[in-house]
């Protein structure tokens, strides 16, 4: 991967309404660190030279300048987000003006990836053109309609996670339209704009996103798991 130029667009536009707490969620603290910082400094162990840009509410700005420098994090830039996650993205990927290869999104909440699995995720991209990082669903499902409900066959469902990495050229052309309701994540953009057929690859239990009380209960554990590992 050292040729290969990367650029990463890290998304940090929540609220913390689901939360609860006194700060955004992407400014609490798990294993002494805010979110957000991990998840930044993950992204640059993996790719040293990359170009990564953070994107921010226009009110949060100011407040991240001065809580960022509190702790050791790596050197990135700064863009305001919008109102939709679309528009934060279209941005970040505006605010990359550097010739790169390939151009990695993240949600700002989801700071475990390992480096193994960023790496394997970004030759899959320049291999294919996108990878989208999956695990196996392993609970039921069961789809409610007018009339009741049935049951889902999970053997053919996947839990998606990030980055998303795509080509430079493929995703700047994807983000090249108006917002759409069926945009989801970013490779349903690509899906809805280009003719390119996303492709997956392994994700992994631990990449988890962090929206919840819960879900800090479960962060604190895996950091503390990680630590212990090194």
């Known amino acids: 991967m050292e040729q ?28 002494g660190e805010p979110i957000l910082v991990k998840t930044i400094n993950n992204f640059a162990e993996a790719f040293p030279t990359a170009k990564i840009v953070v994107v921010l509410p226009a009110a949060q700005m100011d407040f991240w300048k001065n809580y960022s420098a509190r702790f050791r994090v790596a050197r990135h830039t700064t863009v305001e987000g919008g ?7 279209k ?17 700002g909440v989801r700071p475990f ?5 960023i790496l394997d995720a970004a030759q899959c991209a320049v291999k294919n ?10 609970d039921s499902f069961r ?18 996670q990030t980055p998303q990495i795509f080509e430079a050229s493929l995703i700047r ?30 994700g992994e239990r631990t990449n988890i996103k962090i929206t919840t009380p819960d879900d800090m209960v479960i962060a604190e554990a895996i950091a503390k798991a990680i630590k212990e590992s090194r």
Do not use: W
């Not at 109102?83 to 993205?89: G, L, M």
């Not at 941005?91 to 949600?107: F, K, L, P, S």
């Open 143 to 160: 789809e409610v309609t007018d009339s009741g409900s049935h049951i889902i066959d999970r053997t053919k469902l996947r839990v998606v």
């Open 173 to 202: 052309a994807a983000y090249d339209t108006q917002f759409d309701s069926s945009f989801t994540d970013d490779a349903s953009v690509v899906e809805h704009t280009t003719s390119h057929r996303v492709v997956l690859c392994s």
């Open 91 to 107: 941005n970040g990927i505006e605010a990359i003006r550097e010739q790169v290869d390939i151009i990695a999104i993240q949600d």
């Open 4 to 31: 290969v130029k990367v650029g990463v667009v890290i998304v940090a536009g929540g609220s913390g309404s689901r939360m609860g707490g006194a700060i955004p969620k992407q400014f609490a603290l798990v294993d």
């Open 129 to 138: 053109g996108s990878a989208i990082p999956v695990i196996d669903a392993v």
């Open 113 to 117: 990836g390992s480096k193994q699995m």
């Open 83 to 89: 109102e939709q996650r679309f528009y934060s993205v």
